[in-house]
């Protein structure tokens, strides 16, 4: 079974504070994303990466950042964290980019004041 | 501009019925379909699949169906118990759009003993 963990399972933060949400995978996948979950909007792509250093703008980057240094490894990053991103943060993973199931960790429940 | 709709929010059956879980799409690129299960404080878990040249796939007591024609997909479960519980999300993509997973809003699903 594929394993997706998340470094924290929650987590509060000030406005302005730089915030990191750490992400490592066991499976030796190539594809890996972060999705945020709101009432109402389902998930929601924030960024993804389809290899070691590559990432790609999901559907709605604004305010994060991510890094991936390492195959296994993928960080987001709020730079100036701000209420309206109080969420549940979901990372995932694929074999494939195409037509494979995504394996998400348990997920962030991120609170910012 | 939602994609992938669930239009109803929240579903109630009775144990050893079937729960039938509604999905409509408007993009008619889409050419992979999933179901996702979610209970609380837990991330997403993969249930079902189906390529755009099927109209039905089966897994045990998961049964997804996909109308093209309708833009419309379904997923049964027969018959449902209680662990069933949880939310459930479709979720679609697009091979030539870049295959990145496109989320409903998700349906809580509510078996009754």
């Known amino acids: 079974d594929v394993k997706v963990t998340q470094s924290s399972r929650y987590l509060v933060k000030r406005t302005g504070e730089k915030v990191f949400l750490e992400c490592v995978q066991d499976m030796d996948h190539e594809n890996m994303f972060w999705y945020r979950q709101d009432p109402g909007l389902g998930l929601r792509l924030i960024y993804f990466s389809y290899d070691v250093k590559m990432k790609e703008k999901g559907d709605i980057p604004e305010g994060y950042s991510v890094s991936r240094e390492k195959k296994e490894r993928f960080s987001l990053i709020l730079e100036s964290a701000s209420t309206n991103q109080t969420s549940m943060y979901l990372c995932?993973?694929?074999?494939?980019?195409?037509?494979?199931?995504?394996?998400f960790g348990d997920g962030t429940r991120l609170s910012i004041l | 501009d939602q994609q992938v709709k669930q239009n109803s929010p929240s579903l109630s059956v009775q144990e050893g019925r079937i729960s039938i879980l509604n999905c409509d799409y408007t993009?008619?690129?889409?050419?992979?379909f999933l179901w996702y299960k979610k209970y609380p404080a837990e991330g997403p878990t993969f249930l079902i699949s189906i390529s755009s040249i099927k109209d039905k796939n089966e897994d045990g007591r998961f049964t997804v169906f996909l109308n093209k024609s309708a833009k419309h997909l379904s997923l049964h479960i027969v018959p449902s118990q209680p662990g069933d519980s949880a939310v459930y999300f479709c979720a679609a993509s697009a091979n030539n759009q870049g295959g990145k997973l496109i989320f409903g809003q998700g349906t809580e699903l509510s078996v009754k003993p």
């Open positions: 995932a993973c694929s074999l494939h980019f195409l037509n494979q199931p995504q394996h």
């Open positions: 993009n008619s690129m889409f050419d992979y």
